[in-house]
């Protein structure tokens, strides 16, 4: 294929061509590998979150540069191609959309593609391996340290987030060969990578999630997350997430009842 809907990345996973205008701030991807510069994301960020602990703008963090894995995922699969994510290809743009803080992802080179040669997996590994390694575990990392908290939290919102980014793909797939080749690209990223490309003991995507019922949707399951985001950690009054891993089966169940009162009322 080698030509990348752009429209897609742009709607769905938070990619720019363009700067963002009134952005609270910007910042260049690659600068993050150094941990004072992490230190001063943090710095800043934390208060547009109105974060009451530094780690919670690590795990924010974490959860929205998964739309940058899910990028690279996505067009492997539909466009058997990838953009440079070199994350000095990268910046990052933080502004209100709706008086809530939102990134966007410049990607500075949008017209250099990588394309598979004769081999596609071969070149698939290439990528994938180049990307976790020299790019996603050294920024993991370093965001982590800044914060003194376990990097593995921050891969534990990455992967959930990818995860769902699967089903909603399988879903939209026009046809069986694309839903195929979606689902072999994914078990690859799960299964096909050694546990020291991502700097870890365990591949990170390779997590088998609890289930439970949705609340929102009768008779479909959601995942409980790999990982805590912290959003109980804002001021905010938000609290724990319903799908959140530190929550006990009698608080969810009496957070699910409020939900469902809530959407009986409304009429939804």
């Known amino acids: ?40 994301l943090i710095a ?9 602990k530094p780690e919670v703008a690590a795990t924010y963090f ?8 899910a990028a690279l995922q996505y067009t492997i699969s539909h466009h058997d191609a990838a953009y440079n994510m070199s994350l ?27 394309v598979p040669g004769m081999d596609r997996n071969d070149w698939r590994k290439r990528v994938l391996s180049s990307f976790y390694t020299n790019e996603v575990a050294p920024l993991m990392a370093s965001i982590a340290a800044a914060v003194g908290i376990n990097v593995g939290q921050l891969w534990g919102q990455l992967a959930t987030r990818l995860h769902y980014a699967y089903d909603a793909w399988q879903k939209e797939a026009e046809t069986d060969q694309l839903r195929h080749t979606i ?7 799960r299964y096909g990578l050694a546990a020291e490309i991502f700097g870890r003991k365990k591949n990170p ?5 609890r289930h439970i019922d ?23 009054g938000h609290g724990y997430c319903y799908s959140c891993p530190r929550m006990g089966e009698e608080e969810r169940m009496e957070q699910r009842m409020k939900i469902e009162a809530t959407l009986m009322a409304s009429g939804k």
């Open 183 to 189: 689902e072999e690209d994914f078990t690859f990223l």
């Open 1 to 40: 294929m080698g030509k990348i809907d752009f429209d897609y990345l742009e709607k769905h996973m938070y990619f720019v061509k363009t700067e963002v205008p009134e952005a609270l701030f910007r910042l260049e991807l690659a600068d993050l590998q150094d941990k004072g510069n992490a230190e001063r």
């Open 62 to 69: 974490s959860l929205w540069f998964a739309w940058a894995c």
């Open 205 to 209: 995507f390779d997590i088998q999630f």
């Open 214 to 236: 949705n609340p929102r949707i009768p008779g479909e399951t959601m995942r409980i997350k790999a990982s805590c985001c912290l959003a109980y950690l804002t001021d905010t």
């Open 44 to 52: 800043q960020y934390g208060p547009v979150l109105k974060a009451m």
């Open 88 to 114: 000095h290809n990268l910046s990052g743009q933080v502004h209100l959309f709706n008086n809530r803080p939102r990134w966007a992802f410049h990607l500075h080179d949008s017209d250099s593609l990588s």
